[in-house]
C-alpha cells in the first residue's frame, strides 16, 4: 500500500509571468503553535515563518538612555550651579597653597631701652642621612667623617652626631636646635671648601663632599641678652612659642603681633611663577618698654643671691622703687633662673616669688601701725611708752625679741627698738575698745594696699591675707599690728615705705613704662592710680622716726647707713609659716627702708626667708643687702645728698621728769 504523500514535500511549481502564487490561506494554529512562535525561539521545521517586531527593545534602550542623560543633566546642573562655589573652593585649595608668615615678636626693654628680651633668626641644623650612604659617596666611614667636622660647630659630641648620620635609610634627623645664624655660616663655608676640594680632586683619588647632606631650618628665636637678669619679671617662651610665665605671658598678645599669610599656586608641589599670589604681611608686634634699670637690677639680683647663698637660706627678694612715680627699679630673686635654657631651671626657682610669696611681714609692718596711731592723734614721737618685759593679752603673753627690764620709749622709741609690746600698747589707744582699735588699723592695712592686688596684674600674683577685724581671734588682735597674723608680698610691703616717702600717697606699683607699636609710635602707659593714705605731716614724722631706726645708737638698723646721706628704714624678724607643712618653722629676716630720707627718691625692700646659717635678725641678714643696693641706686641715678642734718628724735625718756 503507498504512504499517503506528505503535502508540505510536493515541490512548488515554478513561477510564470513573475507573478508569485496565490498565497494558501493559513491554517488555525493551536495554542502550543502560538506560544512557540512568540518565544523568539525557531520554529519546527513544520510551523510557519513570522518576523519579530524590535520596537519593546527600543523602547528600553531609548529609556536607559533618557535616565543616563538626565542624571548627566541633574549632575551638571548640580555642580555648574548649584555647588559650584564649594567646588570651586576645593580646586583652589588644591591648587592654592596658603603659607603662614610668622610675626616678629616685639621686644622687651628697660627704661633705657637696653634690650631684655629680643628675638633673632635662629636655625635648626638638620640632615638627610640617605645621602650619605656609602652607595652616595663611595666611602664608608662618611657619617662619622661629617660628625668630626660639625661636633666642634655645633657644640655636640662626635659620638651622638656619628649615630645620628649613620642610618642610611633615613631621610631626616635633627642633629641641633636654634643655632646662630653665625653656627649656620660657618657650616655653609665648611661646606663650599670642601666642593672645592672635592672639585679638584683628580678622579683617581675622589673626595666626596660629606655635608652634602646637611641642612638648616630657619625660624625665630627668643633670646634673653642678660641670662637670668630679671627673668622672673620677663617669663619664658613654651615650645610653641607661646609667653608661658612672667611679662611673656601678660603681654602675649601685644608681643606676638599678628601672623601674615601668603597663598600662591603650585603645580606638581611647585610653586607657579607666573600664577597671581596673595599676600597679606604680618604685622610685628608692639615693643615693650620697662620700668626696670637693667644696672640696678644687676646689682639687687647680685647682692640678694649672695646673701641666700650666705645664709643658706630658701629663697630672697629685693624691690627697688621709685618713691615719686611708682616705678618699680629692679625686682630681683634669688635663686633664678635662665629663660634661655629651662632645661636647667628648677621648677621652684620658676615664676616670681616676690609676687607670688605670701609670708608675714614681721616689724617691718610696724610702720603702718606707727601711721595710724599718729594719723588718728592717738599719740606723737614724744609720747612716753612704758614697756614691760612681758604683756598679758587675751590667752597669753606677749614678749619682745630680747628680754629686758622695764623699758621707758617714747613712741619714737617703740619704733627705733621695734618693741612688740610698745606697739600693742600704742595701737589699743586706737579706740575705746579693742574691737574699735581693730577696726581703726584695718582700714589702714587697707589703705596701704595690704589685702589688695599690687595693681601689676602679674601671673601668679598674690593678694596676701589680710582677715575682716570681725574674724581676727584672740590672738590675731594683738599680734596683727606688730606684723604677724597677716601676710603680703614683696612688692606690697615696698609700697608701704613708698607710700610714706611719698608725703602720705599711694602710686599703685607699675612695671610698664610704655610701649612702641609696629608703625613705631610711642605710648606712655596709663598714669597709675594713687590714694590719700595719711598726711604729708604724718609721713615727714614717720620718716623722721625711721632714721631714727638706722643712726640711733640703740636702733636695729644701724648696718643700712650710707656715708653721706640720710636713711630711714625698719628692720623686720618674723616668725615664718613652711609652706610645706603649714606651721611655724624658720624666720623671714627682712629691712625696708628709703633715701634721702628728708627728700626721698628711693625705695628697697629686701626678705630672706628661713636663713639657716649665722643671724636671722633682718638688721643683720638683710641690712646689708640694703645698704649695697641704696648706695648703688643713689650713684646709678645721680641722687645728691641733701647735706641736711637729721632731727634726733628722744627714744627713751627717765621717768619722774
Same mark, same amino acid.
Given at each position: 500500500?503507498?504512504?499517503?504523500?506528505?503535502?508540505?514535500?510536493?515541490?512548488?511549481?515554478?513561477?510564470?509571468?513573475?507573478?508569485?502564487?496565490?498565497?494558501?490561506?493559513?491554517?488555525?494554529?493551536?495554542?502550543?503553535?502560538?506560544?512557540?512562535?512568540?518565544?523568539?525561539?525557531?520554529?519546527?521545521?513544520?510551523?510557519?515563518?513570522?518576523?519579530?517586531?524590535?520596537?519593546?527593545?527600543?523602547?528600553?534602550?531609548?529609556?536607559?538612555?533618557?535616565?543616563?542623560?538626565?542624571?548627566?543633566?541633574?549632575?551638571?546642573?548640580?555642580?555648574?550651579?548649584?555647588? &559650584?562655589?564649594?567646588?570651586?573652593?576645593?580646586?583652589?585649595?588644591?591648587?592654592?597653597?596658603?603659607?603662614?608668615?610668622?610675626?616678629?615678636?616685639?621686644?622687651?626693654?628697660?627704661?633705657?631701652?637696653?634690650?631684655?628680651?629680643?628675638?633673632?633668626?635662629?636655625? $635648626?641644623?638638620?640632615?638627610?642621612?640617605?645621602?650619605?650612604?656609602?652607595?652616595?659617596?663611595?666611602?664608608?666611614?662618611?657619617?662619622?667623617?661629617?660628625?668630626?667636622?660639625?661636633?666642634?660647630?655645633?657644640?655636640?659630641?662626635?659620638?651622638?652626631?656619628?649615630?645620628?648620620?649613620?642610618?642610611?635609610?633615613?631621610?631626616?634627623?635633627?642633629?641641633?636646635?636654634?643655632?646662630?645664624?653665625?653656627?649656620?655660616?660657618?657650616?655653609?663655608?665648611?661646606?663650599?671648601?670642601?666642593?672645592?676640594?672635592?672639585?679638584?680632586?683628580?678622579?683617581?683619588?675622589?673626595?666626596?663632599?660629606?655635608?652634602?647632606?646637611?641642612?638648616?631650618?630657619?625660624?625665630?628665636?627668643?633670646?634673653?641678652? #642678660?641670662?637670668?637678669?630679671?627673668?622672673?619679671?620677663? @617669663?619664658?617662651?613654651?615650645?610653641?612659642?607661646?609667653?608661658?610665665? !612672667?611679662?611673656?605671658?601678660?603681654?602675649?598678645?601685644?608681643?606676638? %603681633?599678628?601672623?601674615?599669610?601668603?597663598?600662591?599656586?603650585?603645580? #606638581? %608641589?611647585?610653586?607657579?611663577?607666573?600664577?597671581?599670589?596673595?599676600?597679606?604681611?604680618?604685622?610685628?608686634?608692639?615693643?615693650?618698654?620697662?620700668?626696670?634699670?637693667?644696672?640696678?637690677?644687676?646689682?639687687?639680683?647680685? &647682692?640678694?643671691?649672695?646673701?641666700? $647663698?650666705?645664709?643658706?637660706?630658701?629663697? #630672697?627678694?629685693?624691690?627697688?622703687?621709685?618713691?615719686?612715680?611708682?616705678?618699680?627699679?629692679?625686682?630681683? +630673686?634669688?635663686? !633664678?633662673?635662665?629663660?634661655?635654657? =629651662?632645661?636647667?631651671?628648677?621648677?621652684?626657682?620658676?615664676?616670681?616669688?616676690?609676687?607670688?610669696?605670701?609670708?608675714?611681714? @614681721?616689724?617691718?609692718? /610696724?610702720?603702718?601701725?606707727?601711721?595710724?596711731?599718729?594719723?588718728?592723734?592717738?599719740?606723737?614721737?614724744?609720747?612716753?611708752?612704758?614697756?614691760?618685759?612681758?604683756?598679758?593679752?587675751?590667752?597669753?603673753?606677749?614678749?619682745?625679741?630680747?628680754?629686758?627690764?622695764?623699758?621707758?620709749?617714747?613712741?619714737? #622709741?617703740?619704733?627705733?627698738?621695734?618693741?612688740?609690746?610698745?606697739?600693742?600698747?600704742?595701737? !589699743?589707744? =586706737?579706740?575705746?575698745?579693742?574691737?574699735? &582699735? +581693730?577696726?581703726?588699723?584695718?582700714?589702714?592695712?587697707?589703705?596701704?594696699?595690704?589685702?589688695?592686688?599690687?595693681?601689676?596684674?602679674?601671673?601668679?600674683?598674690?593678694?596676701?591675707?589680710?582677715?575682716?577685724?570681725?574674724?581676727? +581671734?584672740?590672738?590675731?588682735?594683738?599680734?596683727?599690728?606688730?606684723?604677724? !597674723?597677716?601676710?603680703?608680698?614683696?612688692?606690697?610691703?615696698?609700697?608701704?615705705?613708698?607710700?610714706?616717702?611719698? %608725703?602720705?600717697?599711694?602710686?599703685?606699683?607699675?612695671?610698664?613704662?610704655?610701649?612702641?607699636?609696629?608703625?613705631?609710635?610711642?605710648?606712655?602707659? *596709663?598714669?597709675? &592710680?594713687?590714694?590719700?593714705?595719711?598726711?604729708?605731716?604724718?609721713?615727714?614724722?614717720?620718716?623722721?622716726?625711721?632714721?631714727?631706726?638706722?643712726?640711733?645708737?640703740?636702733?636695729?638698723?644701724?648696718?643700712?647707713?650710707?656715708?653721706?646721706?640720710?636713711?630711714? @628704714?625698719?628692720?623686720?624678724?618674723?616668725?615664718?609659716?613652711?609652706? /610645706?607643712?603649714?606651721?611655724?618653722?624658720?624666720?623671714?629676716?627682712?629691712?625696708?627702708?628709703?633715701?634721702?630720707?628728708?627728700?626721698?627718691?628711693?625705695?628697697?625692700?629686701?626678705?630672706?626667708? +628661713? *636663713?639657716?646659717?649665722?643671724?636671722?635678725?633682718?638688721?643683720?641678714?638683710?641690712?646689708?643687702?640694703?645698704?649695697?643696693?641704696?648706695?648703688?641706686?643713689?650713684?646709678?641715678?645721680?641722687?645728691?645728698?641733701?647735706?641736711?642734718?637729721?632731727?634726733?628724735?628722744?627714744?627713751?625718756?627717765?621717768?619722774?621728769?
Amino acid at each position: 500500500m503507498t504512504p499517503p504523500r506528505d503535502p508540505r514535500r510536493v515541490p512548488r511549481p515554478a513561477r510564470s509571468g513573475g507573478r508569485p502564487p496565490a498565497r494558501r490561506s493559513a491554517a488555525p494554529r493551536t495554542p502550543a503553535a502560538r506560544r512557540s512562535a512568540g518565544s523568539g525561539r525557531p520554529r519546527s521545521a513544520g510551523g510557519p515563518l513570522r518576523s519579530v517586531s524590535p520596537r519593546p527593545r527600543l523602547r528600553l534602550v531609548a529609556l536607559a538612555l533618557t535616565l543616563v542623560m538626565l542624571t548627566f543633566a541633574v549632575r551638571l546642573v548640580q555642580v555648574q550651579g548649584v555647588d &559650584a562655589a564649594a567646588y570651586a573652593a576645593k580646586a583652589n585649595e588644591n591648587r592654592y597653597v596658603p603659607v603662614k608668615l610668622a610675626a616678629e615678636r616685639g621686644a622687651i626693654t628697660d627704661r633705657n631701652g637696653v634690650a631684655l628680651a629680643t628675638t633673632v633668626d635662629a636655625y $635648626d641644623i638638620t640632615a638627610d642621612p640617605s645621602l650619605l650612604a656609602p652607595d652616595k659617596v663611595k666611602i664608608d666611614d662618611a657619617p662619622q667623617r661629617a660628625a668630626a667636622l660639625l661636633a666642634p660647630i655645633l657644640g655636640v659630641p662626635r659620638e651622638t652626631l656619628a649615630a645620628d648620620l649613620d642610618r642610611p635609610k633615613s631621610r631626616y634627623v635633627l642633629l641641633a636646635r636654634q643655632r646662630t645664624p653665625q653656627v649656620w655660616k660657618k657650616i655653609k663655608d665648611l661646606r663650599k671648601e670642601l666642593d672645592a676640594k672635592a672639585a679638584a680632586a683628580p678622579k683617581s683619588a675622589p673626595r666626596p663632599n660629606v655635608l652634602v647632606g646637611i641642612f638648616a631650618d630657619k625660624h625665630s628665636k627668643r633670646v634673653y641678652p #642678660g641670662g637670668d637678669l630679671a627673668a622672673g619679671v620677663l @617669663g619664658f617662651m613654651n615650645s610653641e612659642g607661646k609667653g608661658a610665665g !612672667g611679662l611673656e605671658a601678660r603681654l602675649n598678645k601685644e608681643l606676638a %603681633g599678628k601672623d601674615g599669610k601668603l597663598v600662591y599656586a603650585q603645580s #606638581g %608641589g611647585r610653586r607657579v611663577p607666573t600664577a597671581d599670589a596673595q599676600e597679606h604681611p604680618a604685622v610685628p608686634g608692639t615693643d615693650v618698654q620697662l620700668t626696670l634699670d637693667r644696672d640696678i637690677q644687676w646689682a639687687a639680683q647680685r &647682692a640678694i643671691s649672695t646673701q641666700v $647663698d650666705t645664709s643658706g637660706a630658701d629663697r #630672697g627678694y629685693v624691690v627697688v622703687q621709685d618713691t615719686r612715680t611708682g616705678q618699680i627699679l629692679a625686682l630681683a +630673686n634669688a635663686p !633664678g633662673f635662665d629663660p634661655n635654657d =629651662l632645661s636647667k631651671a628648677s621648677p621652684h626657682s620658676l615664676g616670681n616669688p616676690a609676687l607670688s610669696d605670701a609670708f608675714e611681714p @614681721g616689724s617691718t609692718s /610696724k610702720l603702718m601701725s606707727m601711721a595710724a596711731v599718729l594719723e588718728e592723734g592717738a599719740a606723737t614721737p614724744y609720747t612716753r611708752v612704758t614697756v614691760p618685759n612681758r604683756l598679758h593679752r587675751g590667752d597669753r603673753l606677749f614678749a619682745d625679741d630680747i628680754d629686758h627690764d622695764t623699758w621707758h620709749l617714747t613712741l619714737n #622709741g617703740v619704733l627705733a627698738k621695734s618693741s612688740n609690746i610698745g606697739t600693742i600698747l600704742a595701737t !589699743g589707744q =586706737l579706740g575705746t575698745t579693742q574691737p574699735q &582699735a +581693730n577696726q581703726v588699723l584695718y582700714s589702714y592695712l587697707r589703705k596701704f594696699g595690704i589685702g589688695r592686688p599690687t595693681g601689676l596684674d602679674f601671673p601668679g600674683e598674690t593678694d596676701g591675707i589680710l582677715a575682716k577685724p570681725q574674724d581676727w +581671734n584672740t590672738s590675731q588682735q594683738y599680734t596683727i599690728p606688730f606684723g604677724q !597674723g597677716l601676710s603680703l608680698n614683696a612688692v606690697q610691703a615696698a609700697s608701704v615705705y613708698s607710700t610714706i616717702a611719698n %608725703g602720705g600717697e599711694r602710686i599703685a606699683p607699675s612695671l610698664v613704662r610704655g610701649t612702641t607699636g609696629p608703625d613705631g609710635h610711642y605710648t606712655p602707659a *596709663p598714669e597709675p &592710680a594713687r590714694n590719700r593714705v595719711v598726711s604729708k605731716k604724718t609721713a615727714a614724722t614717720l620718716a623722721t622716726m625711721l632714721e631714727s631706726v638706722v643712726n640711733d645708737q640703740e636702733g636695729t638698723g644701724a648696718r643700712a647707713k650710707i656715708d653721706g646721706y640720710r636713711v630711714g @628704714g625698719k628692720t623686720g624678724t618674723s616668725n615664718r609659716v613652711d609652706p /610645706k607643712t603649714g606651721r611655724y618653722h624658720g624666720y623671714t629676716a627682712s629691712f625696708a627702708g628709703f633715701a634721702p630720707a628728708d627728700k626721698p627718691r628711693i625705695t628697697v625692700y629686701c626678705a630672706v626667708q +628661713n *636663713p639657716t646659717r649665722g643671724s636671722y635678725f633682718g638688721g643683720q641678714v638683710c641690712g646689708p643687702v640694703f645698704q649695697q643696693v641704696m648706695a648703688f641706686a643713689l650713684k646709678t641715678l645721680q641722687v645728691p645728698p641733701t647735706g641736711a642734718q637729721p632731727p634726733r628724735l628722744p627714744v627713751t625718756f627717765q621717768p619722774g621728769e
